[in-house]
């Protein structure tokens, strides 16, 4: 994954760099996330593994099945990436590029996994704190993971904060031992 997130860096800096210029930072990023969908779908897969499918003809299908949206730059971005064999890298630039749009525009993800569903007052206090710290607007994500037994985990980024009964045992447990 570290390996794929690397090459495709580049080719997202090279896209984000121009939509920032054109003023066309949403509109790449549902272009970006379109192509991803249907590169990643396994026929498509399939379909680009084959020997038998010459690029020409991968292009076309590809260009075929996400529309118009696409444009002129997504169409050379298209092109460029089926040349190159990387239509497998596309995923991993729309991910960079949404990591580079929302550095841009002062954003930040975190998620937030806890033993039990959050209340919308709590998820809201964690969102304002998390806000204060980062000194960005955080947009915030949740799942439930039983396993945790009771508190939660919180990852924004470089930032894990670990307030789960489980961290906490695996901490006493390592001390015990150390």
Known sequence: MAELITVARPYA??????????????????????????AATPEVAAL??????????????????????????????????VENRRLALLPAIAEAYEALRMEAEGRVRAEVVSARPLEEAQAERIRAALERRLGRKVELGHRVDESLI?????????????????????????????
């Open 13 to 38: 800096r090279a896209v984000f760099e121009l939509a920032r210029e054109r003023g066309e930072l949403e509109l790449w990023s549902r272009r970006l996330q379109d192509l991803a969908a249907v």
């Open 48 to 81: 680009v593994r084959s020997p038998r499918v010459g690029k020409e003809r991968v292009y076309a299908l590809l260009v075929e099945l996400v529309g118009e949206q696409l444009g002129a730059e997504g169409r050379n971005l298209l092109r460029l990436l």
């Open 150 to 178: 009771g508190g939660a985990v919180i990852r924004a980024g470089d930032l894990v904060i670990d307030g789960s009964v489980r961290g906490r045992l695996q901490r006493l447990a390592a001390e015990l031992a150390g």
